[in-house]
C-alpha cells in the first residue's frame, strides 16, 4: 500500500518562497503520478499540479504555472513542490497525492482519479 508523507509547511511572509517535500514508499514510485492538491478552510480542494510517472513535463492549476515548480527525485523516491511569490490567498493545507493509473492530461486535475493521499501540511502566507 502507497503511504506518502508531507514535510515543507510553514508560515512565510507574503511574497516568500517554500519548498514541500512528499516522501512516498510502499510501491514503486516510477509507476505512479505524483500531484499536489491544496484546500482552504471553507473551500473546496484545489488542483496545483500533477508530474507523471515518466516524468517529463508537470501540469499546474490556473495561476500557479510559474510560481510553483513541481519535479520528481527518483533517488529520493520524493516529489517536491517549489513555490515561489506567495500570496496570502495560497495559504492552505497542501496535500500529495499518487495514482498508478495512466492519466490523460485533462484528468490530473480530478481529485477522484488519485488513490493515495496524504496527511497534508500547513502553508500559512501572513505578514
Known amino acids: 500500500q502507497v503511504q506518502l508523507v508531507e514535510s515543507g509547511g510553514g508560515l512565510v511572509q507574503p511574497g516568500g518562497s517554500l519548498r514541500l517535500s512528499c516522501g512516498f514508499s510502499g510501491r514503486t514510485f516510477s509507476a505512479y503520478t505524483m500531484g499536489w492538491f491544496r484546500q482552504a478552510p471553507g473551500k473546496d480542494r484545489e488542483f496545483v499540479a500533477a508530474?507523471?510517472?515518466?516524468?517529463?513535463?508537470?501540469y499546474y492549476g490556473n495561476s500557479m504555472k510559474g510560481p510553483f515548480t513541481l519535479s520528481r527525485d527518483r533517488a529520493k523516491n520524493t516529489v517536491n513542490l517549489e513555490m515561489s511569490s506567495l500570496k496570502p490567498e495560497d495559504t492552505a493545507t497542501y496535500y500529495c497525492?499518487?495514482?498508478?493509473?495512466?492519466?490523460?492530461?485533462?484528468?490530473?486535475?480530478?481529485?477522484?482519479?488519485?488513490?493515495?493521499w496524504g496527511q497534508g501540511t500547513q502553508v500559512t502566507v501572513s505578514s
Open positions: 497525492a499518487a495514482t498508478g493509473r495512466l492519466l490523460i492530461v485533462s484528468s490530473m486535475w480530478d481529485s477522484g482519479q488519485y488513490d493515495a
Open positions: 508530474i507523471r510517472s515518466s516524468g517529463g513535463s508537470a
